[in-house]
Nanobody
C-alpha cells in the first residue's frame, strides 16, 4: 500500500507565499507522473500543475508564472511553490502520483488527503 501525505497548507494574505510538500511512502516499484490538484468549495477538482518522470512540467493558466512544481525522483518528494497568492487560490490542494508495483503488476493513481490553503484579501 502506498501513502501520499501533503503538508504546508495554511492561511496567508493576498500576495503571500506558501510551499506545499508531498511525500510518498509504502511499497512500490516506480512512481510515474505526479501532479497537484485543487478543489474550491462548490467547484470541481482541477489540475494545478503536473510533473512527468522526465521532469516535464505543465501548469494551469491561472497559476502559470506564480506556481512552481518541483519533484525529487530520488526521494519521491514533490513540492508546489506558490507565490503571489490571491483569494481565488483558496482551495484544498491534493497531490497525486501514478504508482506501479511489479509483483503483482498494478498501476494505480494514488491521492493524498489534501491540505487547505486559504488566501484572504
Amino acid at each position: 500500500q502506498v501513502q501520499l501525505v501533503e503538508s504546508g497548507g495554511g492561511s496567508v494574505q493576498t500576495g503571500g507565499s506558501l510551499t506545499l510538500s508531498c511525500a510518498a511512502s509504502g511499497r512500490y516499484d516506480s512512481i510515474g507522473d505526479m501532479a497537484w490538484y485543487r478543489q474550491a468549495p462548490g467547484k470541481a477538482r482541477e489540475l494545478v500543475a503536473s510533473s512527468s518522470t522526465d521532469l516535464t512540467t505543465r501548469y494551469a493558466a491561472a497559476v502559470k508564472g506564480r506556481f512552481t512544481i518541483i519533484r525529487d525522483n530520488t526521494k519521491i518528494l514533490m513540492w508546489l511553490q506558490m507565490n503571489d497568492l490571491n483569494p481565488e487560490d483558496t482551495a484544498v490542494y491534493y497531490c497525486t502520483a501514478e504508482v506501479t508495483t511489479f509483483r503483482p503488476f498494478t498501476k494505480i493513481p494514488y491521492w493524498g488527503q489534501g491540505t487547505q490553503v486559504t488566501v484572504s484579501s
